[in-house]
Nanobody, 126 residues
Framework: QVQLVESGGGSVQAGGSLLLSCAAS???????????MGWYRQTLGEDLEMVSS?????????KYADSVKCRFAISRDNAKFTIDLQMTKLETDDTAVYYC???????????????WGQGTKVTVSS
């Protein structure tokens, strides 16, 4: 009943930039109860890693994984339930599939408790 669609993935050289975008759609009764959205990423053989998140209410407090802090920036349009992730100074270790996720207010972040997008591939080459 809630769909998340990502866009903006691709291949870049180290030091370059990419902009990822995610849009949520579906039943308004569910969309309106999303409290937070963000981005996970996954490399082959690794667990999902929370990259960044942002509250869709209030002042939009953002959080970042230590590995991307100061290089990535998340932003929101809380009226449209869309988020962006501006990635700069990309490193080869940033190569992963990036998944948009949304957290209902009554749930904690988790693999089985979020709404998920299908993912978009980011490849960073040296």
């Amino acid at each position: 009943q809630v769909q998340l669609v990502e866009s903006g993935g691709g291949s870049v050289q180290a030091g370059g930039s990419l902009l990822l975008s995610c849009a949520a759609s579906g039943a308004s009764g569910l969309i309106n109860k999303i409290c937070e959205m963000g981005w996970y990423r996954q490399t082959l053989g690794e667990d999902l890693e929370m990259v960044s998140s942002i509250l869709m209410r209030s002042r939009g407090t953002a959080k970042y994984a230590d590995s991307v802090k100061c290089r990535f920036a998340i932003s929101r349009d809380n009226a449209k339930f869309t988020i962006d992730l501006q990635m700069t100074k990309l490193e080869t270790d940033d190569t992963a599939v990036y998944y948009c996720a949304a957290r209902p207010c009554v749930r904690e972040w988790g693999r089985d408790s979020n709404y998920w997008g299908q993912g978009t591939k980011v490849t960073v080459s040296s």
